[in-house]
Each structure stands twice: as C-alpha cells, then as structure tokens.
C-alpha cells in the first residue's frame, strides 16, 4: 500500500506529493517541525508536541495554516489512511511559497503544511536491545536551538559523523567551555558520580524535549529525585549511565561513549527503572492521557 501524504489540504500518494521549488521550507529552512510518536492507534504527549508547534512557529512570527483542533483531525486522518497503529507522524509548517527572498514575502502568502506518517516498531518489550553507542562532537548550531526549526545541517553533519564512527548518536558540546548541550535529535542524560539523575536545564540552547517534559512529570509523580542541572563532557566521562530520550527513542541507554564504556557498558539500574516507567507512560499512564 503506498503510504499517504497531507500536503496542503490535499491526502496524496506519498510518490505524488511535491512541494513547490519556491517552498521557502525547501529554500531557506524557514519553517517548523515536529515528530510524535504513535502507540496503540494513539498519540504520545500530543498536547506537549503541539504547545511546542505552536510555541516554535510564534518565535519565527509565523501563524499556523488551520486551528491546532483541525490539526488534531489532519494528524488522525493521515494515520488513519495510512493504516497504523505503530509508528511516527511527521509535520512541517513552512512559510509557504514566494519568489526567492530572505525578508518575509511582502504580499502575505499561506503557510504550508505537510503531514506524513510511518510505521515503527512498537515499543520495546525489554531494554536489552534497545540501547546506543555515542560519540562527541561540537556543537555548531545557532543560538535559538529552543526553536523547532527545519534547518537541521548542523544536527545532518552530527548525526553523519556518528554514523562513520559506528555510533548512533551525537553527543553535542559547547567547544569553548565543554559544556554539553543535547544530542543531534535527543535529550541527555547522566546518573553521576553521586547517583543523581542529571539533564541540562531548558533555555535557548536546547530544545525543550517533550520526551523530557514527560519522563520529568512522571519521575515528579514517582518522588524520584532529579536535577536540572547541565554537565561538562568530563561529567559525562565520569558517570555512572547515561541514556537519552526522544519522541523515537523513549529511553534508550549510551552503553559506549566515543568507543568506551559507559560505567560497565550495559544498561545500569537507573536507566531500566526509568525505562519502564516510561513504557507505563507510552502505553497510558494517567499523565499521557488523550
Ligand atoms: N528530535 N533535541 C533535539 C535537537 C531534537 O531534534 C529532539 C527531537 C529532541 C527530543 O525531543 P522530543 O523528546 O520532543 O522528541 C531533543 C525528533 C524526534 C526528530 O528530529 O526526529
């Protein structure tokens, strides 16, 4: 079955759907994105994915095409089309079509919308094959990181890197000060030296990840202590776990950092626990519910 597209108003076959050359998504980046992950027919911590859809195209002076009530409708729509019921959906908000020039067109044009949808594997039974090996490497992105935005090249070049290094993701950190920011598309984590749970704080060096947002509020609920606090690749070096979370990946343990052992390269205590409390979450804990 081919999968189905919304572009525009439109549901298409995935093969047909275009974006016209003039998409100033397509040429500048100039535009929005989010992912959220689907579970048993239903969305993970979609209202923490739209205030952030909406939060990210307000910074960019940008208006959403439809009222987030009517998205909800074009997100469920795409899904049900596409007949999943595990997996992702995708979409992006440009600043529509214009002929090619930085400032924002003059004569005001619609944004543009695109929805797609794909199937995942469900959510893994056990931790103990889901986890990855991490390198390090600088941080080259702009200063509005807390911005969804479509312009990911510094976050391709990341990731590439990793990829040729055999790892699955990249860690990335502040060059001047050491200091690390988040992964190329995930949060990060440590359990360090002390045993605390530690991720960097939210400002505009990071995006605020709605997987975070979430293992938060139920790491709150559990009265398991936690600190937003960031750390230098050195803490990294030295903790005891580390692991990463995203809309894709839950929680998944770095058993290998830039080729060594993250404590004894296997998923430590911490990481599980919080492992299968997000798994709860995922399959519907009270605080994900629709
Ligand atoms: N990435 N940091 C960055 C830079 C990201 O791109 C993402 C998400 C996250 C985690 O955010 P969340 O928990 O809301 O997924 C952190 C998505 C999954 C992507 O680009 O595919």
Redesign the pocket.
């Known amino acids: 079955m081919s999968r189905i597209a919304y572009v525009n108003g439109r549901y298409l076959p995935q093969r047909d759907a275009c974006v016209n050359v003039e998409d100033r998504g397509y040429q500048f980046g100039d535009g929005i994105y989010e992912?959220v992950h689907l579970h048993n027919g239903r969305f993970v911590d979609e209202d923490?994915?739209l205030a952030?859809l909406e939060r990210s195209v307000g910074e960019i002076r940008l208006a959403l095409p439809m009222p987030l009530s009517s998205l909800r409708q074009v997100l469920r729509e795409v899904v049900r089309r596409n007949r999943i019921t595990e997996g992702l959906v995708y979409m992006q908000v440009t600043r529509g079509v214009s002929r090619r020039d930085h400032a924002f067109p003059t004569t005001p044009v619609p944004p543009s919308l695109v929805v797609t949808a794909r199937r995942m594997a469900p959510y893994p039974a056990s931790i103990d094959n889901w986890s990855a090996d991490a390198i390090t490497h600088p941080d080259l992105r702009w200063a509005r990181?807390d911005i969804?935005s479509v312009n990911?090249l510094p976050?391709v070049l990341a990731r590439q890197a990793a990829r040729d290094a055999g790892a699955l993701e990249a860690i990335l950190h502040d060059p001047a000060t050491g200091e690390v920011t988040?992964?190329?598309?995930?949060?990060i984590w440590i359990v360090d030296e002390t045993g605390a749970i530690r991720t960097r704080h939210l400002d505009q060096r990071?995006?605020p990840?709605?997987?975070?947002g979430a293992l938060l509020a139920e790491l709150e609920a559990e009265g398991i202590a936690f600190e937003e606090r960031g750390f230098t690749l050195e803490e990294l070096g030295r903790a005891r776990e580390a692991f990463l979370?995203?809309?894709?990946s839950f929680v998944k343990p770095i058993l290998h950092l830039d080729g060594k052992p993250v404590g004894d390269g296997r998923p430590g205590p911490v990481t599980r626990r919080l492992f299968d409390i997000f798994s709860r979450h995922v399959r519907g804990g009270l605080r994900n519910a629709a």
């Open positions: 992912v923490r994915h952030r990181r969804k990911l976050n988040e992964g190329a598309s995930t949060t990071i995006l990840g709605c997987t975070r979370t995203s809309a894709t």
